[in-house]
């Protein structure tokens, strides 16, 4: 997988790491894929009810270690 960019939002709250990721997201060409980590538990919801109304698609989700990691393609 080609990962464009890397987003570290381990430790921060919701929403920041939707915040962060929509951020992040913004700076990307469509067919990118930007890969968030955090350690957010919300945002194993969040994220991808962020991404489907945002136009993007989650392309895998992992956890491990606490660490929940997103791949997330611009729409």
Known sequence: MNVAKVL???GLACPMPVVRAKKAMDELE???VL???T???GAKN???AWAKTSGH?????K???GVLTFWI???
């Open 35 to 37: 890969e968030v980590q």
């Open 30 to 32: 469509s067919g990118q």
């Open 46 to 48: 969040d994220l991808p």
């Open 63 to 65: 956890e491990e270690n």
């Open 73 to 75: 393609q611009k729409g």
């Open 57 to 61: 698609t989650v392309i895998d989700m």
């Open 8 to 10: 570290d939002a381990k």
């Open 39 to 41: 350690t957010d538990k």
